[in-house]
């Protein structure tokens, strides 16, 4: 089966600028999740979908932040404008219902702000 | 709140030398406890998990016991590859509908032939 897809892998905007990533889950797979890695820190839960619904997004950091899953399918991260602390690596991931931590992840979007 | 605590590295190790990365976690009731691996390159993938205290996790000759008594998870490996070469991440997930994983920092490792 294919895995989770992520794109652009790579991204250089200016700050101000606006950027959108995109995950693709694997099929059939109904929750969804965005993680964030800035560089020297952990990786970050930023929100979970079940489905096209938001499960929790309080990792979210602020109201630049949009996340979107229309129809269940591919999401969507926008960063609107963009700024110099939003540099970092964007993972998604998903899995089939009751995989407690056990998700597909993708090779992830590396996103730099200059 | 949850947190999972790595060793520092970077950690350098000579082909067949024996690796241990230790791990320890705070967090309330039973969590489930993971190690991913992140190869040059590529995205995270699962390396091993447990779900209970006592379990054992173990995959391509990593292993790492759940301890509850010590709240730790540390990775080990006999005798390590050049191929080992990656950053690995503990990192755990409550128990409940809350699937979220809390990570620790990562652990680069390179192995030299």
């Known amino acids: 089966e294919a895995g989770v897809t992520q794109f652009p892998s790579h991204s250089v905007i200016e700050k101000g600028q606006t950027v959108t990533l995109r995950c693709d889950p694997i099929?059939?797979?109904?929750?969804l999740y965005w993680y964030r890695r800035v560089m020297g820190k952990e990786i970050k839960f930023l929100l979970h979908f079940v489905k096209e619904s938001k499960q929790d997004e309080s990792g979210m950091p602020n109201n630049r932040f949009l996340a979107e899953r229309t129809g269940g399918t591919y999401s969507t991260l926008k960063v609107q404008p963009a700024e110099l602390e939003d540099s970092g690596v964007y993972f998604c991931?998903?899995?089939?219902?009751?995989?407690?931590?056990?998700?597909?992840f993708g090779s992830g979007t590396r996103l730099t702000v200059v | 709140g949850d947190s999972v605590t790595q060793m520092e590295g970077p950690v350098t190790l000579s082909e067949e030398a024996f690796l241990t990365i230790n791990c320890t976690y705070t967090?309330?009731?039973?969590?489930?406890l993971f190690w991913y691996v992140q190869y040059p390159g590529e995205g995270l993938q699962l390396l091993l998990k447990a779900t209970k205290a006592d379990d054992k996790g173990s995959n391509k000759g990593f292993e790492a016991t759940y301890r509850k008594e010590t709240t730790s998870f540390h990775l080990e490996k006999g005798s390590v590859q050049v191929s080992d070469s990656a950053v690995y991440f503990c990192?755990?997930?409550?128990?409940?509908?809350?699937?979220?994983?809390?990570w620790g920092l990562g652990t680069s490792l390179a192995v030299n032939p």
């Open positions: 967090a309330t009731g039973y969590p489930s």
């Open positions: 990192a755990l997930s409550r128990a409940g509908n809350n699937r979220k994983l809390i």
């Open positions: 991931a998903s899995s089939q219902e009751n995989t407690r931590g056990g998700y597909t």
């Open positions: 099929s059939g797979h109904d929750n």
